[in-house]
């Protein structure tokens, strides 16, 4: 196959690579569109057989049998089972095996090789990057975990080191009364011992005066006080405490600080798909008759216009702000992006990979965040970007107005790669209203469902633009007319779209019949996105909250 070409792109001229082929070229070997087909037959230094797309298997291609080279091989051996010539079989080393007319073979052999290619590209290939888009969110997810448990041990050693600290500040604290209480019991004892001294030196000076006097009077009449002098005044002592301190045990400090299990790490055997012919479609999941919301976001936004899902508990979200904030089911803000321009993203969406995509309307560009770094991946000129979802094949769907604001046209993108422009029916008249507010989402089945606001009409149209219903509302109990705003589809290939007015989600199947609305007491539901298990995530613009619904 191609190498532009997957089950989700429409085959494309190999000259202009923009318009889907209708003609081939049989001696050239190329596809071409209807407008090609003239430029290629205009080159006279080559011999050319133009024939319709489809009619390109009508002419066999035999090889050259290797062993005759003027002969071709047209029969089937088989006996050896290869393709070999009519001599072969009449004279060579297969003569006498058992043979079969290669076209009838060649039929059956590509009737499974048909069904071989679209198992693998229908089934097995999206079920591959499920896997690696589920593994990416689990690695998200697995980053915010332990961020929180380091977060958690921070937490703890702050703990700690509070009670460390006030248990020594209380040792200091003791250690400061008990000297503050030796020391008054040192200076009571200095205070005493101060005034005996003081007596002392009165009386021996008392002594000298009466022995230089020779006065009879004071020396007859002294009576002595040494025997008062000589018991000395209660010493005092002081002894200083010692500080024990204890050993510290490193084990009973990690147990008190706390414990991790063993890393755990458990391959699973890979579950074995059913083959194409044992599953025809995804298990049953019937609409529920009560639905009930199980979640409910507040962004703290003045207003909410889009939503799209990261995991089962993360959301993307924006409004008319240049922030977007991812947000979990508690309402914490996880992560913050500004837009590189400065400007209110139109919309945004999560890739496969998980990286979130963004419309800038003003700047005329698409951008891609990736890592927290923002790449602008595609540049318009005379068209504003509006409305974006991802593909089944991981690339975009993009909704675009005319600079002029007339025309409108939804194009498809692989990488930055233009693969398809949708704008007109059949009889050439525009298939949307030049109004902007367009939310798209691509079915199961690869439909392209718009809802067209100014329209008042959810537009589907298969994959290669060609239109297939127009849905304008179910006539009961619709209390304003349809408003439809977003829209999203689920595993069930069922299309649920927000009734802006009505305050209500619609959900029909994937030919356009009403199945079922959702109430759940919403207002203004505006944005609206799926997760990998059919959960319904709608933000509403009033509210600015965004409430997760439980509907199969």
């Known amino acids: 196959m191609h190498s532009r070409r997957s089950a989700q792109e429409v085959l494309l001229c190999d000259l202009c690579e923009t318009v889907p082929l209708q003609s081939h070229c049989e001696l050239c070997n190329i596809n071409l569109c209807k407008a090609c087909v003239g430029e290629h037959l205009s080159d006279s230094s080559k011999r050319h057989n133009v024939v319709p797309f489809l ?16 002969k071709h091989c047209e029969i089937y051996c088989e006996k050896c089972g290869i393709p070999v010539c009519l001599t072969c079989v009449t004279s060579g080393k297969h003569k006498g095996h058992d043979i079969s007319d290669i076209l009838e073979k060649v039929s059956a052999k590509t009737e499974s090789l048909q069904k071989d290619l679209k198992e693998l590209e229908t089934r097995m290939y999206p079920r591959y990057e499920e896997m690696a888009s589920n593994v990416e969110t689990e690695k998200a997810e697995i980053e915010t975990k332990y961020w929180k448990l380091t977060t958690t041990a921070d937490e703890q050693g702050e703990i700690l080191h509070r009670e460390i600290t006030a248990i020594v500040n209380q040792r200091k604290s003791a250690i400061a009364e008990m000297k503050t209480k030796h020391l008054d019991a040192l200076n009571k004892n200095t205070e005493k011992i101060a005034q005996k001294m003081a007596e002392l030196k009165q009386i021996m000076s008392d002594l000298k005066s009466i022995l230089k006097s020779n006065d009879v009077s004071l020396t007859s009449t002294y009576k002595s006080r040494n025997s008062e002098f000589r018991t000395l005044p209660p010493k005092v002592r002081v002894t200083v405490p010692s500080f024990t301190a204890q050993k510290i045990n490193k084990d009973q400090l990690n147990e008190m600080f706390g414990s991790l299990p063993p890393l755990s790490i458990n391959t699973e055997h890979g579950d074995t798909m059913k083959s194409a012919e044992a599953v025809s479609s995804p298990p049953v999941k019937p609409l529920l008759d009560e639905t009930r919301v199980t979640a409910t976001i507040d962004t703290e936004y003045y207003r909410l216009f889009s939503v799209s899902c990261l995991s089962e508990d993360q959301v993307w979200t924006c409004v008319n702000s240049k922030t977007m904030k991812l947000l979990n089911l508690q309402s914490e803000l996880l992560t913050s992006i500004q837009t590189k321009s400065g400007n209110t993203p139109q919309d945004i969406t999560v890739t496969r990979d998980g990286d979130l995509v963004y419309t800038d309307y003003n700047d005329k560009t698409i951008n891609l965040v990736k890592n927290k770094q923002i790449q602008t991946v595609i540049t318009l000129q005379g068209w504003g970007p509006g409305y974006v ?89 619709t209390q304003q007319s349809f408003d439809p705003a977003g829209i999203t589809t689920d595993s069930q290939s069922h299309i649920l779209t927000a009734d802006d007015d009505n305050d209500r989600i619609h959900i029909l199947d994937l030919d356009g019949q009403f199945l079922h609305y959702i109430h759940c007491h919403l207002e203004r539901p505006y944005g609206l996105c799926v997760d990998i298990r059919d959960n319904l995530f709608v933000a509403e613009c009033n509210t600015a909250k965004v409430k997760k619904i439980q509907y199969l």
């Open 55 to 70: 009619h390109i298997k009508s002419t066999p291609n035999y090889h050259k049998c290797p062993d005759h080279a003027d």
């Open 389 to 477: 979802c991802c593909t089944a094949g991981n690339g975009l769907l993009v909704t675009m107005v005319s600079d002029d604001g007339e025309q409108f046209k939804v194009v498809r993108y692989s990488g930055s790669t233009e693969k398809q422009s949708i704008q007109f029916d059949d009889q050439g008249r525009p298939l949307y209203s030049s109004g902007t507010i367009k939310y798209l989402s691509e079915n199961r089945n690869l439909d392209i469902c718009v809802a067209d606001f100014g329209a008042r009409a959810v537009v589907v149209v298969n994959q290669s633009g060609k239109l297939r219903f127009r849905y304008t509302g179910h006539p009961s109990n």
